[in-house]
């Protein structure tokens, strides 16, 4: 029987500290909820004594997966952090907790300022401490990749004999090459005494693009533990892709000889789910889950596909939830055929959802000749609100154009508000309705005084940080897809949405990202 890789997820840590990545606790749930779905074994949930926010959102992740999947919380070597860890963790069937400390000379010297024996005394007796909270406990020399090899050795196998169960061999800076690392991790193999009592788990940064690569490299050197996110999101450059590392071992089964867990038909939906709650677009080429990884251009290669698929791809769309954009619905599509098409893509829509998504594609099928599954998932994406918005668009009118100033006038309705009915429709069927307020603003552009408008409105000032809108598919009638990055009191916030009208989706996608910053606001 092959041997089992442990897949590890850190996006809802390393991926979540790159900036503009920033989770709010409703969306940590949902991304850890699709980790689940998706087969992860090990959740690394966050830093638990960074703020009351992370520590909040791991004991929300292990409170609700932690009888599902292993859930993680990282320590720095001091028992605040542990205690901390512990304390987030607690009670939970699988707790892992992840103590960190940098070995390499450069850490040492200008970071630290500590000597190699006091390195080695900080690991043993912080693995030990958070030994005595639980027994699965992960210890990381970080920057491992530049620590003398004598002297990484000495540290890994201290670290074993006081209680680690996984060794974590981080490339930090992504500094590795392939066989620079395979040496390594086959160095600490064949030298550290008692390293069949531990997992060896490999940690690469993208830096010089070669995160995925190594993480191969150190699985062939038999490591069995690899650390990744989802779309590769991560500090700098990143860490290594989870979708990437998971579908080359199981392409390439023959040649590693491993298996991973993975359920690799929600690849792409995951790869979906991060993106629109980031913020951080898929690029188009991107290895398994970009829009063209299984589009074939060139007549030759069509041709080769018609004949046999394997000519000129080694992997089925289907295997990793691959979602083209074929014409697939029209304006006289059903309930059901919605329903069917969302099952195909990977979703699994309650009734109101399925409604839902119905009702704005009878309305996209209106304004749009043809609808495709990119826009179907698109209408999916747009309602998947993790956390409840306070405020919503009514309406909007902007006047602009050569020689005018760009000036919107916006209505908005605030849920919060106590809805009530009007005397004079106080009839058994009349619906109660909120207050919504109105207010205008000049701008340097439609988009702008849009922005600027219902900023008034919500008497907040935020700062847009980046602004992008692409055409969900091809055709003249395309949706587009809004994405705003806020910064507002110092934290970013993110924002997406869909329309055919390009300053309506820039304007629900700047409400979405003000609606995320207004409900972490201490007054709210
Ligand atoms: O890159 C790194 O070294 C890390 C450690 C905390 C594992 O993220
Ligand atoms: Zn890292």
């Known amino acids: 029987m092959a041997d089992k890789v442990i897949i590890f997820d850190t996006t809802l840590r390393d991926g979540e500290q790159s900036p503009g990545c920033s989770m709010t606790t409703p969306e940590k749930l949902k991304v850890a909820e699709m980790l689940v779905e998706l087969g992860v074994d090990v959740i690394e949930a966050g830093f638990p004594i960074t703020s009351p926010g992370d520590f909040e959102a791991v004991r929300a992740v292990a409170q609700k997966f932690g009888d599902r999947a292993t859930i993680c919380g990282l320590a720095r070597c001091r028992k605040s952090d542990i205690e901390r860890a512990a304390e987030a963790l607690h009670g939970i069937a699988r707790p892992r907790i992840h103590v960190f400390l940098a070995t390499s ?97 490999t940690h690469c940064h993208n830096d010089l693009g070669l995160a995925v690569a190594n993480s191969l490299a150190a699985v062939e050197a038999g490591a069995r533990q690899i650390e990744c996110t989802i779309n590769g999101l991560g500090e700098r450059a990143g860490n290594a892709a989870l979708e990437e590392i998971v579908m080359a071992l199981k392409t390439r089964e023959d040649y590693f000889g491993v298996v991973t867990g993975i359920n690799t038909p929600k690849l792409c939906s995951a790869s979906r789910l991060v993106s629109s709650i980031t913020g951080m677009l898929v690029q188009r080429n991107k290895a398994i889950v970009g829009q063209n990884a299984f589009a074939h251009e060139a ?74 599954d990119a826009d179907i998932v698109a209408l999916i994406d747009n309602r998947m609100n993790v956390s ?137």
């Open 299 to 372: 007549g030759i290669h069509q041709d080769g596909i018609l004949k046999e698929r394997t000519t000129y791809e080694i992997m089925r769309a289907e295997d990793v939830g691959f979602v083209g954009v074929n014409l697939v619905l029209g304006k006289h599509s059903g309930r059901h055929a919605i329903r069917s098409r969302t099952v195909e893509l990977g979703y699994q829509l309650d009734d109101v959802q399925v409604e839902n998504v119905y009702r704005d594609f009878i309305a996209l099928a209106d304004k749009k000749k043809v609808v495709y």
């Open 388 to 524: 409840p918005d306070r405020w919503k668009l009514v309406r909007f009118h902007i006047a602009a154009g050569t020689g005018t100033i760009p000036t919107a006038t916006v209505e908005l309705c605030d849920e919060s508000a106590t809805a009530s009915v009007v005397p004079s429709d106080a009839a058994a069927d009349a619906q109660p309705v909120r207050p919504t307020l109105r207010d205008a603003a000049i701008g340097d552009g439609p988009v702008d005084a849009v922005c600027k408008a219902m900023e008034r409105i919500i008497g907040v000032t935020a700062e847009l940080k980046d602004y992008q809108v692409r055409a969900v598919s091809g055709g003249e009638d395309a949706q587009g897809e809004a994405s705003v990055e806020i910064d507002y009191l110092g934290r970013r916030y993110h924002g997406k949405a869909v329309s055919t009208d390009i300053i309506e989706a820039s304007a629900l996608a700047y409400l979405k990202a003000l609606n995320k910053a207004v409900s972490e606001r201490p007054s709210a």
């Open 105 to 201: 000379p450069i850490h040492r010297q200008f970071k630290l300022k500590m000597a190699e024996r006091e390195i080695v005394k900080a690991a043993v007796e912080h693995v030990q401490l958070a030994k005595s909270f639980c027994d699965d406990v992960e210890f990381s020399p970080e920057d491992a990749a530049r620590t003398e090899l004598d002297f990484l050795t000495e540290v890994v196998e201290k670290a074993i004999e006081a209680g680690a169960t996984t060794v974590n061999i981080p490339d930090t800076v992504g500094y590795a090459t392939p066989m620079h690392y395979f040496k390594v991790i086959s160095h600490l193999k064949q030298h550290v005494s008692n390293i069949d009592r531990a997992i060896i788990s």
